[in-house]
């Protein structure tokens, strides 16, 4: 039985609307309180969707606000006192620019530090792939949330890594040597117990849209980025249409693209079809509505959506992007296309609604797929056995 409870501070750059950031509080719901004791700071303001959700869970979210990255290095002294201050005993940081921050203050205070790495490498700018490339031995674990990840993190790297698997034994441990860092794999993780198909909710949404009852529904959601390619995703869309003319399309999300693909929308004509009602904190109504989870992404981590999708019972067609493949298996859970032949989209749209019967046997199978491999309890569990075993590494 520990003495204290092991206090550990979640370090990113925004507590928004993310893939990453969402599942910081879903986490949190599920981690064990009574041995670990979670801080959650984070960089820019404005961006605090969030905050509410982790301080009604009884944490503490702290913003050390800065306006662009260059001011998140000028946080590092800050940053420091305060974990001093509060006794942290690992700083657990997500997304590269807050990994290079969490490995100066780390250097600083000799604290852990771990950084879960949501994406593949080759997809970063260049300032930010060096800046991480150059400070990742710095760190004592990494954690991929999928094997195409991890395999981006050794391809591209300079650093050597320990292997570590969990429950960890510290076998290899070095002492007076230079600090070489453990990789391993924690696959993202989603609430099953709350990501349960609701037929009566998803109706209601339906109604609110406009769509009919028994009218079939392919939806997504998502930040409204490039790499999402919504545009083609809308393209897609028409195309099905041509051949499914009663079926309709819901996009929820917002993002920096939302003009751009507002007006392709309207360039496609199919404005009374695609419903784009916005940003929702609660999304478990949505998927509820849609019988098919469409992504065409470039590329991907291991999308969280996905796997919300999955749980709540939708069928999936996608392209095989980062850890999609990884997630949903061909013919059993899912239906994919290699990325650059997205316009196979359409035909397995098609196909699907044409055939109800397998339509309904992959979206059973999608939810088994996910409650089996993909939940936030092991996910959770995973990381405390790692925390544990660095706490006590460091002695």
Same mark, same amino acid.
């Given at each position: ?30 981690? *064990? ?113 999928? *094997? ?248």
């Amino acid at each position: 039985m520990l003495n204290h409870k092991i206090k550990v501070l979640h370090l990113i750059k925004s507590l928004g609307r993310g893939g990453a950031e969402m599942l910081l509080p879903e986490t949190l719901k599920v981690h *064990d309180r009574e041995q670990f004791d979670f801080h959650f700071a984070y960089f820019l303001p404005w961006k605090d969707q969030m905050v509410p959700a982790i301080e009604a869970l009884g944490a503490r979210a702290v913003c050390f606000k800065a306006n662009n990255n260059l001011q998140m290095f000028q946080r590092v002294g800050e940053i420091s006192r305060y974990v001093q201050e509060h006794q942290v005993d690992v700083i657990h940081s997500h997304l590269p620019w807050a990994g290079v921050i969490a490995r100066l203050v780390g250097k600083k205070t000799g604290i852990p530090v771990v950084y879960t790495e949501h994406n593949k490498w080759e997809r970063y700018n260049k300032i930010t792939y060096w800046l991480n490339k150059l400070s990742f031995g710095w760190q004592d674990a990494a954690v991929a949330v999928s *094997d195409d990840v991890q395999q981006s993190i050794r391809k591209n790297s300079v650093t050597n890594f320990r292997e570590l698997v969990l429950p960890a034994v510290r076998e290899d441990k070095i002492n007076g040597k230079a600090k070489i860092p453990y990789l391993l794999n924690i696959l993202n993780g989603v609430n099953t117990a709350h990501f349960v198909r609701d037929e009566q909710v998803g109706l209601q949404i339906r109604q609110e849209l406009g769509i009919p009852a028994n009218a079939p529904v392919i939806g997504t959601v998502s930040v409204f980025r490039f790499q999402k390619r919504l545009d083609v995703w809308m393209e897609i869309a028409a195309e099905i249409l041509k051949k499914m003319p009663e079926a309709h399309f819901i996009i929820v999300g917002d993002g920096p693209l939302k003009e751009e693909l507002l007006a392709k929308r309207k360039t496609l004509g199919i404005e009374e079809r695609l419903h784009m009602p916005g940003l929702k904190t609660d999304v478990k109504p949505y998927f509820s509505a849609m019988d098919i989870y469409m992504m065409s992404s470039i590329f991907e981590g291991l999308p969280i959506a996905l796997l919300e999708a999955m749980s709540c019972g939708c069928a999936v067609i996608s392209t095989k992007a980062g850890g999609v493949g990884e997630v949903v298996e061909e013919g059993k859970s899912g239906l994919l296309c290699e990325v650059d032949e997205y316009k196979k989209l359409a035909e397995l749209g098609v196909g699907l609604l044409n055939e109800p019967e397998r339509l309904k046997n992959l979206a059973e199978c999608a939810r088994n797929r996910v409650v089996q491999d993909f939940s936030i309890n092991k996910m959770a569990s995973q990381l405390e056995a790692l925390y544990l075993f660095l706490k006590e590494e460091k002695g």
